[in-house]
């Protein structure tokens, strides 16, 4: 079994054939996916999707390069999706200073007042960060220094190996895509591999991040295999054992239950 731990399934991307793709991913031994949401919209789509696909769960949130659309409007409406039985996270969140589409204070505040949502409502949290590493962690440590961990995963991670530590310490879980499988990734190797296996996720991000060989295509879930399978390597583990470590991480983290057979 695996589970792919961030994925848009209710993207565009996927309109023509997401059956298709889903069948894909159980024959691959997909038996769940977290679709986290990018904004408002986004967040309604995920929630509707999860109602209508057994494996699927959802996260809600504003994504940072959506944070100037955030309103107290928007706000409450998140926390009455929260509620929802298929949301499990909030997400994704965080900051994002290399497309820099919405101000970085405006960044800064939506990313707290979610992370202020997630622990009101007892959700984990799913974490964008991309060229944003000192001031994403500098309020992570706030936060988790504030009151009780609800857990927490830095997706598709791509900080260096003391940032990956220092999640770790405080509890946080590490999310590792396709490009672990890159020819010249060799410094995130290092890190996945320095990980403790029980703090690594397995993720597609699809439709992005597609895994070698399949590079530059659009990425679906039934290649978290790969990933998966580069874990292993990194681990010296065989497959199977990575893959029960991985999908207990991912069970614990988002607390849903799955069987041997999709929807069980």
């Known amino acids: 079994m695996l589970i792919d731990s961030h ?12 059956d298709e793709v889903l069948a894909r991913a159980r024959a691959a031994g997909v038996v769940a996916i977290i679709n986290p949401a990018v904004n408002l919209e986004d967040s309604r789509q995920v929630v509707a ?13 504003f994504h940072p390069n959506d944070a100037a659309g955030f309103s107290a409007a928007a706000l409450s409406e998140l926390r009455e999706l929260a ?14 200073y290399y497309w820099d589409e919405a101000p970085r204070p405006v960044q800064q505040k939506v990313f707290e007042q979610q992370l202020a949502l997630a622990r ?12 944003a590493a000192a001031d994403t962690m500098a309020i992570l440590r706030r936060w988790a220094a504030d009151g009780p ?36 990734a060799d410094d995130l190797r290092a890190v996945v591999s320095a990980v403790p296996l029980d703090r690594l996720l397995v993720e597609t991000d699809a439709p992005f991040l597609s895994p070698h060989p399949f590079r530059g295509k659009r990425n679906e879930p039934a290649r978290v295999r790969l990933v998966a399978e580069k874990v292993a390597e990194l681990h010296g ?27 069980d």
């Open 7 to 18: 994925c848009h399934l209710n993207f565009n991307a996927f309109d023509s054939d997401r």
């Open 49 to 61: 999707l999860a109602e209508q696909i057994p494996e699927l769960y959802a996260a809600v949130g």
């Open 83 to 96: 509620a929802h039985p298929k949301v499990v996270a909030i997400g994704e969140i965080g900051l994002d």
């Open 120 to 131: 009101q409502v007892g959700k984990p949290v799913i974490i964008h960060q991309r060229e």
């Open 149 to 184: 961990q609800t857990g927490l995963t830095l997706h598709s991670f791509s900080g260096d190996l003391p940032m990956a530590e220092e999640a770790v310490d405080l509890g946080f879980y590490i999310g590792v895509t396709g490009p672990v499988t890159f020819k010249k």
């Open 237 to 263: 583990l065989p497959l199977e054992t990575a893959a029960r470590r991985l999908v207990e991480n991912t069970t614990a983290l988002f607390r849903i239950t799955v069987g041997s057979g999709i929807g």
